[in-house]
């Protein structure tokens, strides 16, 4: 199948966005969305601390979470307004007085709170990966496709970002070149864990180290980077090979604490390099893209463009970035592609969710596109708990066609 056509005929979101009990537009008065989060772990709570700062666009109703600690650490930041605490999820689902829900669960459970959250009416916000499988991806884009008035918006942040936009604009304009390899890393020198003040709810704290509940380290870390290229280039791997063990931490974990996936991309002639470890901080969040003009350099706030040194002397402006006139081979570290760093990428993604559920327009990271790379993160791990070479077969494109593709 074609790649290039996955969204093609995926329609946009249409007609009025704003579910339930909420103000409406009047003269220059915007509508707040009514906002409920779900599941109050480390990244509940991070999606909280923004969504607090963007009080013209959303005000948090309701929260929820199974564990009584994390309840009341979520209490704990709310320290004014009204809202509602629920430890059973449906029943946040049944209050009306929420338009819209933040999925922060484990990964396990994303598809099943997405699906009941769409039954329920609300738009979602859910974070990444998508879904825990390929069937699971397909099920969640049959279920949107048939409420195309709610938004479903997927939490890959870091492609809301100027910087990112900006990096995907030079790519299109041929400043790189021909691209032919990535290099990404996401790499930390600990143990991934949470403390457990009780033994019995150490696979509800650490659900991250069980197979049965989560993808991991490319699922909760290289999967940004991977959907980022996946954005970028329109296109996805052909075949994924990877290798991965637990060579750091003995302590009972399943999922791999040492990880390297190749994807590779034939159509563009790109290999695709995607590690991480709990062993190292020393490169931290490192995306190399690598083309025979030129290699950007990303963090996920701040990037650099550093030309070929053969290619300086024929290409003396480059797209205007960051305004100069010339890009000067620099050992410092290349041009910044953008004057000064950009917000944290959740504040973006929220902000284009406020649009989203405000007009009705698709978000750039959607139902669809979060499909693709979740079948990119299900084959990665395939390959590497497997040992073995995945290629992208039909069960995969069925997904993709299944979108309007």
Request: positive net charge.
């Amino acid at each position: 199948m074609k790649r290039r056509t996955f969204l093609k005929g995926a329609g946009l979101l249409t007609g009025s966005a704003l579910v339930g009990d909420v103000d409406v537009f009047a003269g220059n008065r915007r509508a707040v969305i009514k906002i409920g989060i779900i599941g109050c772990g480390d990244r509940g709570r991070g999606m909280m601390h923004v969504i607090q700062g963007l009080k013209d666009q959303f005000r948090i109703t309701a929260i929820c979470d199974i564990l009584d600690f994390r309840l009341e650490g979520a209490r704990s930041l709310l320290k004014t307004g009204t809202f509602r605490a629920y430890k059973n999820y449906r029943e946040l689902l049944e209050d009306n007085n929420v338009d819209a829900v933040v999925i922060a669960v484990p990964l396990y459970l994303h598809y099943p709170v997405a699906a009941d959250s769409l039954q329920a009416g609300k738009h979602l916000y859910l974070e990444k990966t998508m879904t825990f499988d390929m069937s699971q991806a397909l099920q969640l884009v049959e279920l949107a496709k048939q409420r195309p008035r709610q938004v479903v918006q997927i939490g890959h942040q870091y492609r809301y970002s100027p910087l990112y936009y900006k990096v995907k604009e030079m790519i299109g304009k041929g400043v790189l070149g021909r691209v032919n390899q990535i290099d990404c890393r996401w790499d930390r020198n600990g143990n991934w864990r949470r403390p457990v003040p009780d033994p019995s709810l150490e696979r509800q704290i650490n659900w991250r180290m069980y197979k049965a509940y989560s993808g991991g380290l490319v699922a909760e870390l290289l999967s940004h980077q991977i959907d980022f290229i996946n954005w970028a280039f329109d296109t996805h791997p052909s075949s994924v090979q990877a290798a991965g063990g637990i060579d750091i931490f003995k302590d009972g974990r399943e999922t791999f604490d040492n990880v390297q996936v190749m994807f590779r991309y034939p159509e563009e002639g790109i290999i695709g390099n995607f590690g991480a470890t709990c062993g190292n901080a020393s490169d931290g969040y490192l995306f190399k893209i690598k083309g025979t003009q030129g290699t950007i350099s990303l963090l996920t706030d701040r990037g650099v463009f550093l030309p070929e040194k053969n290619a300086v002397s024929k290409n003396e402006v480059v797209d205007g970035v960051t305004g100069a006139s010339k890009i000067a081979w620099n050992k410092e570290g290349g041009t910044p592609i953008l004057p000064a760093p950009t917000k944290d990428g959740t504040w973006y993604a929220l902000m284009d969710f406020y649009k989203a559920v405000s007009s009705g327009k698709l978000p750039d990271s959607n139902v669809y596109t979060g499909a693709k790379t979740a079948i990119c993160v299900h084959l990665a791990n395939q390959a590497l708990y497997n040992q073995e070479v995945i290629h992208w077969g039909k069960d995969a494109d069925a997904v993709l066609l299944k979108t309007g593709a």
